[in-house]
């Protein structure tokens, strides 16, 4: 199994006035993660993006610290939990080397936006999702 990291670089925007990074924005670390993690399986135009998107139908997160802003990323560690034919499950790990802040899920729906309706994982991204399953 692979895990991918993404490190998030955290932005003065993100704090509120404590100094901590608010809580909605930690779904956005979780976006910027998957997006770059998803780079090699999103086609590369419009057309096929649109017949070949991913939408998130659920999300779960679980607070375990507050994040302080500061000048050093935090760690996005993503992998898939589980899968079907239609979707998939990512778990994610948002922390630095000391400290766990956030632990979360999200649930993928394979996606055609020009059809308005969920669409089955090709071939390609099935062996993607594989590759980042743990086992």
């Known amino acids: 199994m692979h895990q991918y990291t993404y490190a998030c670089p955290l ?10 990074i608010n809580n909605a924005q930690f779904l ?17 135009n419009e057309e096929g993006r649109h017949a070949n998107a991913f939408v998130v139908s659920r999300t779960i997160i ?10 050093e990323p935090v760690d996005v560690h993503v992998w898939v939990t589980k899968a079907s034919a239609a979707t998939f499950e990512l778990a994610y790990e948002i922390r ?3 400290q766990l802040y956030v632990e979360a899920t999200t ?10 309706s969920p669409r089955r ?15």
């Not at 649930?107 to 308005?116: C, E, F, R």
Request: glycine share 4%.
């Open 11 to 20: 932005r003065w925007s993100d704090a509120d006035a404590y100094g901590h």
């Open 28 to 44: 956005s670390y979780m976006e910027e993660a998957r997006t770059r993690m998803f780079q090699e399986v999103i086609a590369t």
């Open 62 to 71: 679980d607070y375990r610290a507050p994040l302080l802003y500061g000048p």
């Open 96 to 98: 630095d080397a000391e």
């Open 107 to 116: 649930k993928i729906v394979a996606y055609n936006l020009d059809t308005g």
């Open 121 to 135: 994982l090709s071939e390609a991204e099935r062996a993607f999702v594989a590759r980042y399953t743990k086992r």
